[in-house]
């Protein structure tokens, strides 16, 4: 989901669809992809910068000051571990969409950030979208030695949210639904596109 605990998004790894397995020689492009997703180094760092700007900009009302809070704090302030979970996130945009038969591209030339309302998930592609940010993100914070708690406590690694999608309050739902919904403009905003196959 996002680089803080407070927009914890995080299923169990137990995906309920039908949708095509993005690990399949089908689901992926015929050239081998490493942790970047297959968007390049460069790409990747982009996007996992504009995934944490976005995330700065809506959650400042709501967090302490950056000084106490570390995932308001400048990318380059960031800790490692916080870089790398909006890195993760950035790459893992890739396998989302080939679950649903897309695929990413060049934006055309001229393509701008008006031009990112071209592409719209249905309902139900934001919904397994979602749940699967859930997922990928409960995955990275139990690798990180977090564990379920009432109460989140940074200091022993403790959230609320590392719960299954069906037992996630439906405003932390919101979260990855809109982690989804952004998609389309982080891609446009570094030069790519999203499409549909076929």
Known sequence: MQDTDDMDDAVPPTASTDAAD?????????????DDG??????LDA?????????????CGE??????DLSLRPWDQLPA??????LDQAADIVDKLHRLGCDVVPAAPGETGEDEAAF??????????????HQRWVLERRAQGW???????????????LV????????????DRNAVRAIPALLVEVGLRIVRDG
Do not use: C, K, Q
Request: hydrophobic share 40%; proline share 5%.
């Open 38 to 43: 297959g968007l390049g180094a460069e790409v």
């Open 164 to 175: 299954s999608w069906s037992a996630l309050p439906d405003d932390v739902r919101e979260l």
């Open 22 to 34: 993005p690990s399949s020689s089908d689901a992926r492009s015929s050239s081998a992809r490493a």
């Open 81 to 86: 571990t916080l870089r790398r979970s909006n």
């Open 47 to 59: 996007i996992a910068r504009a995934i944490h700007r976005r995330y700065v900009t809506a959650a």
């Open 147 to 161: 564990v379920a708690g009432e109460v989140r406590d940074v200091a022993a690694r403790r959230s609320p949210h």
């Open 120 to 133: 719209a998930f249905t309902a139900a592609e934001l919904e397994l979208l979602a749940e699967v940010e």
């Open 63 to 68: 967090h302490l000051p950056a000084d106490e």
